[in-house]
């Protein structure tokens, strides 16, 4: 009965949809509004403007960087909501279920891990700085580091992923992407231009092309870094499973 | 009111279809977990709607070298909506099942949960 | 450049930098998270209400970020109404923050504390954000902020049913802002911008071919945002949250999420479809239509559902309800009087609603208490908290010199104005039903007979201190009002110029 009134709610805000989509402009038109007004600036001077080769990129990092900063602090916060729910897994602690590892540690996989372990690194690496020129973004290459670092955890045990680093760097490093943007966007307002400029009066050519590029560079690695950091902290919560450990406050 | 424009707007009509899929699973289903899945599909359409909206015919998404004709590049902005879009889409997925789990870890069963009714507990 | 010239960028990001240190400072040192936050609360309430002054209405403040104009740059647009929004925000945050104190020692974990309090700066981020861009998908970006803040701030005593009801919020929320972002779609691919002020620009010079592409929009951006305001029939994730989560995340979901979400409906209405626009302006009056009447339709169901309730926090949560629908009825009502009347009315769900759900914390906590039947005598015993329950009750009421009546006031011209009699009898009979179950609370707290308490017993400072200054501000406002409200009508007017 309530699944019946469900289907014919969704049929009819269906049919509502599908008008609209019926008068939108044909898909892939390149005349319609949107593909003509804003854009046009975007793709013609991009490049010159805003110092990357990469359209989207620059987009991104350059003419919408507050909206890339909110991006950065919607994930902190999502982060910070779970650990308020969940805590967060304890360095060093031995989880009773999770060490015995669900993928049996064979010498195959424990080997592969190893090998594909610095390659994945490496590109990453790569994807964090090629944004500039070519396809990659510094969010991609923290998900892939902490793909790679989950993958530890998932062939070794839970205790050889988290003793690596103190709680205190962790901590640091998950804030770092919206730390990066507030400071690059501080430091637009103390040189005279806004917040988030990367171009300010007095500097021209190519010192003003260096000061571009380490300010981006600057909030890409303050982004992939606490991507990788964030992502891995959260999945080691959600593994980590209450009642199996004293729970005894570090300070 | 006819809807004959639907049939070169395919991808739309299928973002909304699964759009309406999604919002039956998070509806339709006692499963926290479903529900959880049923946002995943609901979001994944949304983007797959804006991301065809950046669409050009003849168009290309590439990097722009000097000399560059500008009239065939795909749209940038709406890849940069889903983008930002992924990542909050992300956040919230991790949040959601962060709650599943503490839901899961009070009671064993997901698919009959002892659920709560309005007029106090 | 003036003194304040960069303060609208740094409304948003100062509560931010403080907040991103708060986890930080947790490992170093616990005790200092509050006090930090507090800082960081008080900053932001200098960068706001400094801007007071600066924005004459009609003459709003626009800062380009990164220098970029608009539309291809985000460009921060502080408004008569939304710089009002944002001092109620900052001002309320920190009366709230204060409350939270006790709560936190008492109800979380030692660790969760830090990341509590950085929950908290970043809904206040949010909703700061929220009330200043000028860009659309920024509105959006801002929006999930404060909302994802909001939903793991009701379950974070981890209590069963918080978590049930914070994750049915969840679902409604993330459901509501998938549709916002699609809404969002369908009106950039018919328009090409994502600038408000340039969407509505355009919007009037829009090929007739897409009108009903942007009417239907609108409809999703209607129905996202009434989600978030919990408006029927949508509203049915707000009492269990308000109810269970959180004591003092309940008075923050109730004063100040509702009124984002109706600043938001606010926004769409006026700033994004700005009326006067061709084509489309009929469709804009047909829903603005439809939602006057759902609101005036649940200003009074849930205050009926309010007297029947038998705990007090479901009894606040319906009334706040109730209120949020008189908020939502004076934007859709369509007249300069009901604009300028919503925004009285929701510093007074604010500062009422908020002081009742201040009010039943103060008794959970002290004696915990939930039942209204358990209150006998404890007016009594706890005066000032009891007194702080009666300024707010009346504040809701409307009582002349409260900011209620304001409310009221604006909005019964509105409505005899444009002849909406129906709306102005749903509004009366409202505040008669809200007489009834605030009454029935007030009659059962100062009994004289059948107390199980003695003496006097109060809740610590903070809490009722809190609670008192909440309840009495609702009523500063009101005797400040004859000093607000020629400037609030003024911008009224001028929106409905356009």
């Not at chain 1, 975007?42 to 507050?66: H, S």
């Not at chain 3, 340039?198 to 010079?205: A, C, E, F, I, N």
Request: charged share 10%; aromatic share 12%; hydrophobic share 55%.
């Amino acid at each position: 009965m309530k699944k019946a009134a469900i289907v014919l709610l969704l049929l009819g805000a269906g049919l509502l949809l599908l008008v609209a989509v019926s008068k939108m402009p044909r898909m892939g038109d390149s005349g319609s509004p949107d593909k003509t007004y804003m854009v046009d600036r975007y793709v013609a001077r991009g490049a010159v403007e805003a110092g990357d080769y990469n359209v989207p990129n620059d987009v991104l990092l350059n003419y919408r960087a507050f909206d890339s900063m909110g991006c950065a602090v919607v994930l902190f916060t999502a982060f910070c909501a779970v650990l308020a729910i969940l805590g967060r897994a304890k360095r060093g602690r031995s989880h009773a279920a999770i060490d015995v590892s669900p993928v049996s540690s064979g010498m195959i996989p424990m080997t592969v891990v190893q090998l594909l372990v610095p390659v994945t690194i490496l590109f990453a690496a790569y994807v964090l700085f090629a944004g500039h020129d070519s396809f990659g973004y510094s969010l991609q290459a923290g998900l892939l580091i902490s793909g790679t670092i989950i993958l530890i955890t998932l062939v070794f045990s839970l205790l050889e992923s988290t003793k690596r680093l103190r709680t205190g760097v962790i901590t640091f490093l998950e804030s770092l992407s919206v730390l990066a943007f507030l400071v690059v966007g501080l430091l637009g307002i103390f040189l005279q231009g806004r917040f988030l400029s990367f171009s300010f009066p007095g500097l021209h050519g190519d010192a003003m092309q260096a000061v571009r590029l380490i300010m981006m560079v600057v909030i890409g690695l303050g982004i992939g870094i606490a991507t990788a950091v964030i992502f891995t902290s959260t999945l080691l919560s959600l593994m980590r499973e209450e009642g199996h450990e004293l729970e005894r406050d570090i300070a | 009111m006819s809807l004959s424009g639907t049939s070169h707007n395919l991808n739309y009509a299928a973002a909304v279809l699964l759009f309406l899929i999604g919002i039956y699973a998070v509806t339709a289903r006692p499963n926290p977990v479903k529900k959880v899945m049923g946002l995943v599909i609901m979001e994944t359409a949304v983007f797959l709607f804006l991301v065809s909206l950046g669409l050009v015919g003849g168009g290309e998404a590439r990097v722009v070298t000097p000399g560059f004709r500008a009239s065939t590049l795909v749209n940038p902005v709406p890849q940069v909506i889903v983008f930002i879009g992924i990542v909050i889409a992300a956040g919230t997925v991790a949040l959601a099942l962060s709650m599943c789990v503490r839901i899961y870890r009070e009671q064993d069963d997901l698919d009959h949960l002892r659920t709560t009714g309005t007029d106090g507990p | 450049m003036n003194a304040s010239y960069h303060h609208p960028v740094l409304i948003v990001a100062v509560p931010l930098a403080f907040a991103v240190f708060c986890p930080i400072l947790g490992i170093w040192k616990r005790r200092l998270c509050f006090t930090w936050s507090l800082i960081g609360l008080a900053a932001t309430a200098f960068f706001t209400w400094t801007l007071v002054g600066r924005v004459p209405p009609g003459k709003p403040v626009v800062y380009s970020v990164g220098g970029w104009s608009a539309p291809w740059g985000i460009q921060l647009r502080v408004d008569y109404f939304g710089l009002f929004a944002a001092c109620a925000v900052t001002g309320i945050g920190i009366i709230l923050f204060v409350y939270y104190f006790r709560f936190m020692g008492r109800d979380l974990k030692a660790d969760r504390i830090p990341y509590c309090c950085a929950l908290y700066l970043l809904s206040i981020a949010g909703m700061l954000g929220f009330c200043v861009t000028g860009d659309l998908f920024s509105l959006f970006i801002f929006m999930e902020v404060f909302s994802i803040a909001s939903y793991a701030l009701v379950a974070v005593t981890g209590e069963t049913h918080a978590l049930q009801a914070a994750f049915k919020y969840l679902l409604v929320g993330v459901t509501s802002s998938a549709t916002f972002v699609l809404a969002i779609g369908l009106l950039y691919s018919v328009v090409g911008s994502l600038d408000m002020r340039d969407v509505s620009l355009r919007l009037k010079t829009m090929d007739s071919r897409f009108v009903p592409v942007s009417v239907i929009a609108l409809v999703l951006f209607l129905v996202a945002l009434s989600a978030k305001s919990a408006v029927f029939p949508l509203h049915w994730w707000f009492p269990d949250a308000a109810g269970t989560a959180f004591d003092p995340e309940s008075s923050l979901l109730s004063s100040l999420v509702l009124a984002m979400g109706v600043f938001g409906v606010f926004r769409i209405l006026f700033s994004l479809y700005a009326p006067g626009f061709s084509g489309v302006s009929a469709w804009w009056r047909y829903t603005s239509s439809a939602l006057a009447w759902i609101a005036a339709f649940s200003i009074v169901a849930f205050a009926a559902k309010a007297v029947f309730q038998r705990d007090l926090k479901y009894m606040a949560a319906y009334s706040a309800l109730s209120q949020a629908g008189v908020a939502l009825l004076g934007i859709t009502v369509l007249s300069p009087h009901g604009t300028a009347g919503s925004f009285y009315a929701v510093l007074a769900c604010a500062c009422g609603g908020g002081c009742l759900f201040l009010v039943a914390g103060a008794f959970m906590y002290k004696h915990g208490i939930r039942r209204i039947a358990d209150l006998r005598g404890l007016g009594r015993t706890m005066p000032v908290t009891a007194g702080a329950f009666a300024l707010a009750s009346l504040s809701v009421l409307g009582v002349p010199f409260t900011v209620g009546y304001n409310a009221k006031e604006l909005l019964l011209r509105a409505c005899f104005d444009k002849g909406l009699y129906v709306f102005a009898a749903a509004l009366l009979l409202g505040t008669a039903l809200a007489a009834v179950y605030l009454g029935r609370v007030a009659h059962v707290m100062f009994a004289s007979s059948g107390s199980r308490f003695r003496g006097i017993d109060e809740a610590p400072a903070t809490v009722y201190g809190t609670a008192a200054l909440l309840s009495l501000g609702a009523v500063i406002i009101g005797v400040l009002s004859p000093h607000i409200t020629p400037a609030l009508r003024l911008a009224a007017r001028i929106i409905f110029s356009k």
